[in-house]
């Protein structure tokens, strides 16, 4: 498909279209409003929306899903439609959904990895958990846990980014702002900005 949308022109699937698409898939919500989940309530507007899927569930998406509507981040800037007959190994990871009228993106979906069915943080293999601890369930869908969605958003912060980790952090468990503390420690030889103020909760 030629003239693809830019990547910021979405106009996102709802979560029961987003249950519809991804039948048959373990997927995880991620993204903005996984932490509106976890909240109880939107604090800021939700232009997109993301989910995480285990790396060897991805030939299965095409099952619920045209393949003419998705399309794989093959190279930073790129996308190249998805191949059927490939199986996409690291580091892609990023496939992206057109929505139903196909002029916008819909959903965006998240490649990850598993070791002995922990999963693996994309940015420092030594950063593992179970692959149940990673996410909670509400609204009977399994979201990402907090903490470990401001692990994602911890590489170049953008505004909303910050606006996250300024709404979510009070609202940890004292358990869950450690790791996300210890998290960070290990990614950054340069001290993250997010640091100091965890640090001082």
């Known amino acids: 498909m030629e003239n693809l949308p830019p990547y910021e022109q979405w106009q996102p699937y709802t979560l029961a279209e987003v249950a519809q698409y991804c039948v048959g898939v373990d997927w995880i919500l991620a993204g903005g409003h996984a932490l509106h989940l976890f909240l109880g309530k939107a604090y800021r507007q939700n232009t997109d929306i993301d989910v995480l899927v285990v790396r060897n569930e991805q030939q299965q998406l095409t099952q619920t899903i045209a393949k003419q509507k998705l399309f794989v ?3 930073p800037g790129k996308l190249t439609p998805y191949d059927t007959q490939k199986y996409y190994e690291q580091p892609i990871q990023d496939i992206w959904c057109l929505n139903a009228d196909n002029n916008a993106w819909g959903l965006q ?4 990895d598993l070791v002995a ?3 693996v943080y994309k940015r420092n293999p030594a950063i593992q958990l179970p692959l149940h601890q990673i ?3 509400k609204e009977e869908i399994k ?3 907090p903490e470990i969605q401001l692990l994602y958003k911890s590489k170049a912060t953008r505004p909303k980014d910050q606006v996250d980790f ?3 952090v009070p609202h940890l468990e004292a358990k869950a702002r450690q790791w996300l503390l ?3 420690t290990k990614c950054y030889p340069v001290q993250h900005p997010w640091l100091l103020d965890l640090q001082t909760l």
Do not use: C, G, P, S
Not at 109 to 112: E, R
């Open 135 to 137: 996410y909670f369930e």
């Open 117 to 119: 069915d922990h999963w």
């Open 143 to 145: 979201v990402l846990k």
């Open 182 to 184: 210890q998290a960070l």
């Open 166 to 168: 300024e709404t979510i």
């Open 73 to 75: 981040a093959t190279i």
């Open 109 to 112: 979906i998240m490649l990850f």
